[in-house]
């Protein structure tokens, strides 16, 4: 079992920045993809970005490539999701993802993902 726990959400002018973490307990994470995905309301989850954590490789959606970045530091043991150039339709609950392979296959839904955090609520105003 991996337990994951999110955090760093909250309310932001539109163009700011935000960065969230999810800290990952219960297992090594060596051989796990791990990802992050959001949900606005009345809208299904989609991915964002995901983080090989072997290897470092990293995978983002068109939507937010050149605004987020995905990182992890193996001595924490947590995933980072920097977000900048935030936009209202960044507006979601922001969910952290694990995945028990070491390669990401894309392009990557929820379905491929074991393991889930409780989520944290972005919100970004006009």
């Known amino acids: 079992q991996v337990q994951l726990v999110e955090s760093g959400g909250g309310l932001v002018q539109a163009g700011g920045s935000l960065r969230l973490s999810c800290a990952a307990s219960g297992r090594t994470l060596s051989t796990y993809v791990m990802g992050w995905f959001r949900q606005a309301p009345g809208k299904e989850r989609e991915f964002v970005s995901a983080?090989?954590?072997?290897?470092?490789?990293?995978y983002h959606a068109d939507s937010v490539k050149g605004r987020f970045t995905i990182s992890r530091v193996s001595a924490k043991n947590t995933v980072y999701l920097q977000m900048n150039s935030l936009k209202p339709e960044d507006t979601a609950v922001y969910y952290c993802a694990a995945q028990p392979t070491p390669i990401i296959r894309g392009p990557p839904t929820p379905s491929d993902y074991d393991y889930w955090g409780q989520g944290t609520q972005v919100t970004v105003s006009s």
């Open positions: 983080i090989s954590w072997s290897l470092g490789v990293t």
